[in-house]
T-cell receptor, first 116, second 113 residues
Framework: GAVVSQHPSWVICKSGTSVKIECRSL??????MFWYRQFPKQSLMLMAT?????????EQGVEKDKFLINHASLTLSTLTVTSAHPEDSSFYIC????????????FGEGSRLTVL | GDSVTQMEGPVTLSEEAFLTINCTYT??????LFWYVQYPGEGLQLLLK?????DKGSNKGFEATYRKETTSFHLEKGSVQVSDSAVYFC????????????FGTGTSLTVIP
């Protein structure tokens, strides 16, 4: 099946720095990618939807200047957490979908961000 | 609007016990239904899916049947193993909303030997 890869899988950074997480579709073209945030023992919270070549659509309550999303190609989307603070520590998961695949979502492995 | 409701956990079972995780949905169109599984520290993996009424999805001993009359997609397994310990998410994708995905809150399953 289709594969989505995230990198890095785990990152630790100092407060105030920015962190970039990459999400790649390895064997298909992802017209739409989604970014989720997951708190411990909680469900997925959709942060934003990005379509290749256009601006991301952010969910209510998600700061677009804090969480910068770029979907520059059909196989790559990036999430940059700017000026990270400890409360941004979380598990970030991306997913991708391609038209014609029964609307199935393919998920990356997730990236755990710890801000010290 | 569309939504998914699944039974709250956590669920703890002994090995070889029967598993049912309930899931019901609300949708404006004719959705596809999915069960995803998340093992500790990992992302989500598709477990099974059904794209139309009365379809049965199955994988790794898990089954779920798309019941339009009861708007349900309950997950079942006849004999769980310790390796089935994970969080299970019910989800739907609705073409009438551009195939937007809606997830349940997840049900944590722990299987003890």
């Amino acid at each position: 099946g289709a594969v989505v890869s995230q990198h890095p899988s785990w990152v630790i950074c100092k407060s105030g720095t920015s962190v970039k997480i990459e999400c790649r579709s390895l064997d298909f073209q992802a017209t739409t990618m989604f970014w989720y945030r997951q708190f411990p023992k909680q469900s997925l919270m959709l942060m934003a939807t990005s379509n290749e070549g256009s601006k991301a659509t952010y969910e209510q309550g998600v700061e677009k200047d804090k969480f910068l999303i770029n979907h520059a190609s059909l196989t790559l989307s990036t999430l940059t957490v700017t000026s990270a603070h400890p409360e941004d520590s979380s598990f970030y998961i991306c997913s991708a979908t391609e038209q014609g695949l029964s609307g199935e979502l393919f998920f990356g492995e997730g990236s755990r961000l710890t801000v010290l | 609007g569309d939504s998914v409701t699944q039974m709250e956990g956590p669920v703890t079972l002994s090995e070889e016990a029967f598993l049912t995780i309930n899931c019901t949905y609300t949708a404006t169109g004719y959705p596809s239904l999915f069960w995803y599984v998340q093992y500790p520290g990992e992302g989500l993996q598709l477990l099974l899916k059904a794209t139309k009424a009365d379809d049965k999805g199955s994988n790794k001993g898990f089954e779920a049947t798309y019941r339009k009359e009861t708007t349900s997609f309950h997950l079942e397994k006849g004999s769980v193993q310790v390796s089935d310990s994970a969080v299970y998410f019910c989800a739907l994708s609705d073409p009438s909303t551009g195939n937007q995905f809606y997830f349940g809150t997840g049900t944590s399953l722990t299987v003890i030997p």
